[in-house]
């Protein structure tokens, strides 16, 4: 099985729609085509009839069950299509949960890896492409499939019984060749494809990058250069798209020469009985290039919904197993940790201990690389070597969210989440503490109708403080939460956490701070040493 069917068949089963709804949509569909089949059939059919034995007694039956064809063909597509369309709206709310739990897992290195302003929009769009797996892959597939083998069963048992059935091995044998020559074709289909995704997406770099110096490069008069070289990506774009379109054109000619082959089958052995099953035969075996044409688009489909699926596997992270709860000591440890960032090493053979209820201030040059031990500490970011534990429990092995309600975090510019303050403190968490008083506690007076765009800085640091401490966690992680409070703001958020009995680890260069602190930890040059108080 190729990569690319195998990534196909992932995510169907990814998926998983309801029972009921799949089976409905795929007898809507495999009814849908029959009737349009028999339509086309029977109209001719009835022709050839009526030729035969003129009079309308003699044709009435099937003219009924033209008549009754032509009247459900258009509610049984339209039924199809209903069907498909909810089918695909489950897969694809299904896929979005996997995407928003599957990014939500990403550390602060996968962050910045795939740092991008549209990403999750682009992730989406993603996903809503997805959705042709069932409307336009899937379905079309299964129905046709059915169809056909509908056909083959009638025509082997079309009187004289017996004599079609050769003829009816035969065409069965001619479809599953064109399914499996449609099939073969995906793999190259693909790698013509990503090839030329890879060369638009070149091309579209390059007119980014052009776009800043083309006004300079213009001034010297070295317009030539720009025209050279984005002359140079639409040769390789349009290369790549030609190369595409002739692996397409080879695809098509599948449909046509399945339905001449069996033509040619028929006329080879022309079974003796009557014109009327031989015009039958002859149809079902033309309607054939229509269903393996159905089979082919299928397959483009599957194309474009292979590379989506690739895009979206490549932000997949492992798989966590965390599930030990919080312990009952809750004592940091750090235990020869080193952190690398950008390849650049930070943190180098780091050890020490901060025990419950104690005060820690971390302190060191700007760029030192605090904020990413603090991040490090709070299980947002990986170590690249070492290990840090609560109570002897590794971070990683803690529940997500036990972890997150027992070790808070304040980021030194706080994230916060749009909308009324009040709201956004608790975010769906179950508070311990009252959060209306604490920001009272901190000087701010706010009520329902508080939002976060009309907070200062100074405010929404405040805020950010409350909001770690609304679950009465046991240990509190800031990173320089006072930088743009005065005095007075100061001194309050130090005696709010103070009033919580957590263990507090503050980095900060406030020199009120450090004094409040019980214990210090320089980082400087990569090394984390304690200095003595």
Not at 28 to 50: D, K, Q
Not at 489 to 495: A, D, F, G, N, P
């Amino acid at each position: 099985m190729s990569t690319d069917i195998a990534r196909i068949v992932r995510w169907l089963k990814r998926a998983r729609p309801p029972r009921a709804q799949l089976v409905r949509a795929m007898m809507a569909g495999t009814v849908a085509s029959i009737t349009n089949t028999g339509l086309v059939i029977g109209a001719v059919a009835l022709l050839v009839e009526s030729a035969h034995r003129p009079g309308l007694r003699a044709v009435a039956g099937v003219l009924i069950v033209i008549e009754l064809l032509a009247f459900l063909r258009s509610p049984l597509r339209f039924l199809e299509r209903l069907s498909a369309h909810r089918l695909g709206f489950s897969a694809v709310t299904r896929w979005r949960r996997w995407l928003i739990a599957t990014i939500g897992r990403w550390d602060y290195s996968r962050w910045r890896e795939h740092a991008a302003g549209d990403l999750l929009e682009r992730s989406l769009r993603d996903t809503d492409e997805l959705q042709d797996l069932w409307l336009r892959f899937a379905l079309p597939i299964l129905t046709t499939s059915l169809t056909l083998l509908a056909g083959d069963i009638v025509l082997a048992l079309l009187p004289p019984r017996g004599h079609w059935l050769l003829f009816a091995l035969t065409m069965l044998i001619v479809q599953v060749l064109a399914y499996a020559a449609l099939f073969a074709n995906l793999r190259t289909l693909s790698r013509r494809d990503q090839e030329l995704r890879t060369e638009r997406g070149a091309y579209l770099a390059t007119l980014v990058e052009l776009s800043g110096v083309t006004p300079e490069l213009s001034l010297l008069g070295h317009e030539d250069f720009v025209v050279e070289r984005l002359n140079e990506k639409r040769v390789r774009v349009g290369r790549c798209e030609e190369l595409l379109q002739r692996v397409r054109r080879r695809s098509n000619v599948v449909p046509l020469a399945g339905a001449a082959l069996t033509l040619g089958a028929l006329a080879a052995m022309h079974p003796h009985t009557s014109p009327l099953w031989t015009v039958v035969a002859a149809l079902l075996a033309i309607s054939n290039a229509e269903s393996l044409g159905v089979v082919r688009a299928s397959i483009d489909t599957a194309v474009a919904v292979s590379a989506a699926a690739s895009r979206l596997e490549e932000m997949q992270s492992a798989e966590f197993s965390a599930s030990q709860g919080w312990p009952v000591d809750s004592t940091f440890v750090a235990e020869h940790v080193t952190l690398n960032e950008d390849g650049t090493t930070l943190v180098e053979d780091a050890n020490f201990a901060i025990f419950p209820g104690r005060r820690t201030a971390v302190i060191g040059p700007s760029g030192s690389g605090k904020s990413t031990l603090l991040r490090a500490m709070c299980g947002l970011d990986r170590v690249t070597s070492g290990r840090l534990s609560v109570g002897g429990v590794d971070i990683a092995a803690i529940d997500e969210k036990v972890l997150r309600d027992e070790l808070a975090y304040v980021a030194s510019e706080p994230g916060l989440t749009r909308g009324y303050a009040t709201d956004v403190i608790h975010l769906g968490r179950s508070g311990a503490r009252d959060a209306a008083l604490d920001l009272g506690d901190l000087g701010l007076v706010t009520d329902e109708t508080t939002r976060w765009e009309e907070l200062s800085r100074g405010e929404r640091q405040r805020v950010a403080v409350v909001r770690a401490l609304v679950t009465s966690p046991s240990i509190v992680i800031l990173d320089e939460p006072t930088s743009g409070l005065g005095l007075s703001e100061t001194e309050l958020v130090l005696s709010l956490l103070e009033s919580t009995n957590a263990t507090v680890v503050i980095a900060t260069h406030d020199p009120r701070v450090i004094a409040w602190c019980d214990d210090v930890l320089e980082l400087d040059e990569r090394r984390l040493r304690p200095l003595n108080r």
